[in-house]
C-alpha cells in the first residue's frame, strides 16, 4: 500500500508504519545520547503509544533500562485501512525494546476498564512481579463510568462566559477570530469525570490492592497551565476544571501510597506541545506556533522525550525533586519564562494572517503534527509500497 496522509481537520486519519518507527527511533537516539539514569526498573505507562506517555515509555526503558508494561487505545490495520501511529509507534518501540533484552508487554484496549486494569494487573504478576512507576497519561474525548455505565463525553469551553480569540487553521494558515459559548454545568460534570483523577485513583488503588506496587512506588500524571492568553479556554474552562481535579487528586493518592508502601504520587505541569489531544484544542495552536517560534529563537524548545527525560533526571529521581507551592512539578518552566511570555504576548498582538508566516512557526507546527503520524520524516519513501499490518506480539 501507499500512504500518503489524509487529513480531516485536525484529525490524521490514517499513519505510515516506517514513518512512525523512524520517529520512535530518534526519541531512543535522544535518551540512549544522554547519560545513564538511576530509578525504576519495572514501569507501568497507561496511555503508552503516543503523546507524553509514548516518551515516558520510551525514556524509561532506554534510560533507566526498565522494563515497561504500555496500556493504549489503538486500531490494527484493516482490509484497506493503516493502523493508527500509536499501534505503528508500540510495535517500533517493543522491538527496540526487546532487542535490548528488556520486557516489553502492551495491552490495547479501554484502560477506563475494569477488565483492562485486571488484564494488565494479571500481566504485571507475570512478566513483573511489581511496578516501581506508574505514569498515567490517558488524553480522551470519553470515558464510560466502570461502575455505574453512564458514558461521560468532555468539550473544551470556557465556563461562565463565552470565549473570542484568535485562531489558526494550522494547515491552512487561515487566521480567524473564533467564539467558544461556555460549557453547562453538566458539560462541566461530564468533561471532569472523563479528565479528571477519579479514573487515576481507580489505577492505583486496584494495583495496590492487587500488591503489585513495589516498595516505594511512585505515580505520576501529567497536567497544564499556560499562559494568561489561553486560561479562559484552558486552564479556567472545563480541561482547567479537570486538571484541578487529577491534582488534588494527586494529594490524596500521595497520602494513599506513602501509608501503603512508603511511595508517591504527584501531577507534573508540562509543556504544551503539538499532540493529537492538543491539535484538538481552539486558539491553541496559535499559541503553540508562537511559542515555538520564540523558544526555538532563544535555544529553549523541547518535544515530548526532551521533557520527559528533564522529568525522570532532574525532577522525579532527583536528589531533592522541586515542586511549586501546589506540590506540583514544574517542567514547563522554560515555557513560562517571563522573557518568552513578553514576547509570545507582544506576537500575539502584532498576529494577521499577512505575517502568520514570519511571526509563528507555523511550519514547525505543521511539520510536528504530520510526525505524529509518521509523515515529512527524512529518509521515508512516500511513494513506495509499504506493509500496513505489522503485528504486536507478546514477547
Ligand atoms: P495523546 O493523545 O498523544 O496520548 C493519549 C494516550 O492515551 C494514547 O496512548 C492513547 O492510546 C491513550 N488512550 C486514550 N483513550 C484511551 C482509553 N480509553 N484506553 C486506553 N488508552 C487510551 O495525548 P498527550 O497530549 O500526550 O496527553 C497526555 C497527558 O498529558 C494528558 O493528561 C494531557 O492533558 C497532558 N498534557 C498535554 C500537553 C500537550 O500540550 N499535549 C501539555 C501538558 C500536559
Avoid at 175 to 181: E, G, L, N
Wanted: aromatic residues 8%; proline residues 5%; glycine residues 8%.
Amino acid at each position: 500500500m501507499v500512504i500518503q496522509p489524509k487529513i480531516r481537520g485536525f484529525i490524521c486519519t490514517n499513519a505510515h508504519p516506517e514513518g512512525c518507527a523512524k520517529q520512535v527511533a530518534e526519541q531512543i537516539r535522544y535518551i540512549q545520547g544522554k547519560p545513564k539514569l538511576n530509578g525504576p526498573k519495572r514501569v507501568l505507562v497507561i496511555g503508552a503509544s503516543t503523546g507524553f506517555g509514548l516518551a515516558s515509555r520510551i525514556a524509561a526503558a532506554f534510560g533507566f533500562g526498565a522494563d515497561t508494561i504500555g496500556v493504549f487505545f489503538e486500531r490494527p490495520a484493516e482490509k484497506d485501512r493503516t493502523a493508527s501511529a500509536g499501534w505503528y509507534n508500540t510495535a517500533a518501540f517493543e522491538q527496540a525494546a526487546r532487542a535490548e533484552g528488556l520486557v516489553a508487554e502492551s495491552i490495547n484496549g479501554n484502560a477506563f476498564s475494569d477488565e483492562i486494569k485486571q488484564e494488565t494487573i494479571a500481566l504485571i504478576k507475570e512478566k513483573l512481579g511489581q511496578v516501581d512507576l506508574v505514569v498515567y497519561s490517558l488524553a480522551s474525548p470519553r470515558r464510560t463510568h466502570p461502575k455505574t455505565g453512564e458514558t461521560y463525553t468532555s468539550v473544551i469551553k470556557p465556563i461562565g462566559q463565552a470565549y473570542e480569540n484568535k485562531t489558526v487553521n494550522f494547515m491552512t494558515g487561515a487566521v480567524s477570530t473564533v467564539s467558544v459559548p461556555p460549557a453547562t454545568e453538566d458539560e462541566i460534570r461530564q468533561t471532569v469525570a472523563v479528565m479528571g483523577g477519579e479514573d487515576w485513583e481507580f489505577w492505583i488503588r486496584d494495583l495496590l490492592e492487587a500488591g503489585v506496587l513495589a516498595e516505594g512506588a511512585k505515580t505520576v500524571a501529567y497536567s497544564y497551565i499556560g499562559p494568561k492568553i489561553t486560561y479562559p479556554i484552558y486552564r479556567e474552562g472545563t480541561i482547567g476544571r479537570s486538571k484541578n481535579d487529577l491534582e488534588a487528586t494527586a494529594l490524596k493518592l500521595d497520602r494513599a501510597l506513602d501509608d501503603a508502601v512508603g511511595g508517591g504520587a504527584v501531577v507534573s505541569v508540562n509543556k504544551a506541545l503539538v499532540t493529537q489531544s492538543s491539535s484538538a484544542i481552539p486558539i491553541v495552536p496559535l499559541y503553540i506556533s508562537l511559542l515555538f517560534k520564540v523558544m526555538k529563537d532563544k535555544g529553549l524548545h523541547e518535544g515530548t522525550i526532551e521533557q520527559m527525560y528533564r522529568l525522570y533526571a532532574d525532577r522525579l529521581y532527583a536528589a531533592e525533586p522541586a515542586v511549586d507551592e501546589a506540590g506540583r512539578i514544574r517542567i514547563d518552566d522554560w515555557e513560562m519564562r517571563e522573557d518568552v511570555q513578553r514576547e509570545v504576548d507582544s506576537l500575539w498582538e502584532q498576529i494577521s494572517v499577512d505575517n502568520l508566516n514570519e511571526l509563528a512557526d507555523l511550519e514547525g507546527y505543521r511539520n510536528d503534527f504530520l510526525r505524529l503520524f509518521g509523515f515529512g520524516i527524512p529518509g521515508v519513501d512516500y511513494e513506495a509500497d509499504v506493509e500496513p499490518n505489522v503485528p504486536l506480539t507478546r514477547g
